[in-house]
Nanobody
Framework: QVQLVESGGGSVQSGGSLSLSCVGSGFTFSAYTMNWYRQAPGKEREFVASIDWFSMVLNYADSVKGRFTISRDNAKYTLYLQMNSLKPEDTAQYYC?????????WGQGTQVSVSE
């Protein structure tokens, strides 16, 4: 079965950096677009970034453009999110996501907390 496992969250001060990872299994990782989403307390889950199977098409939410970088290593079945210049408003649970054969899959999430 499809599984996505995130790691790398933590607590940092404003202006700091964190790197998230998501390891996929149970599907042909290299064949699918992969996404990062996040959900802050009391808010709806929102799109953060996406990367197509060949790393040619990258999309970012306006709120993270220029600060976050999405990448992938298909040989390692791993998705990454490098987050720089973090702000308190980036505080959220971050989720890895993909759609395989019309079914959405989500990881368990990893918490990112940014203090002033």
């Amino acid at each position: 079965q499809v599984q996505l496992v995130e790691s790398g969250g933590g607590s940092v001060q404003s202006g700091g950096s964190l790197s998230l990872s998501c390891v996929g299994s149970g599907f042909t990782f290299s064949a699918y677009t992969m996404n990062w989403y996040r959900q802050a307390p009391g808010k709806e889950r929102e799109f953060v970034a996406s990367i197509d199977w060949f790393s040619m098409v990258l999309n970012y939410a306006d709120s993270v453009k220029g600060r976050f970088t999405i990448s992938r290593d298909n040989a390692k079945y791993t998705l990454y999110l490098q987050m720089n210049s973090l702000k308190p408003e980036d505080t959220a649970q971050y989720y890895c996501n993909t759609n395989v054969k019309a079914t959405e899959y989500w990881g368990q999430g990893t918490q990112v907390s940014v203090s002033e």
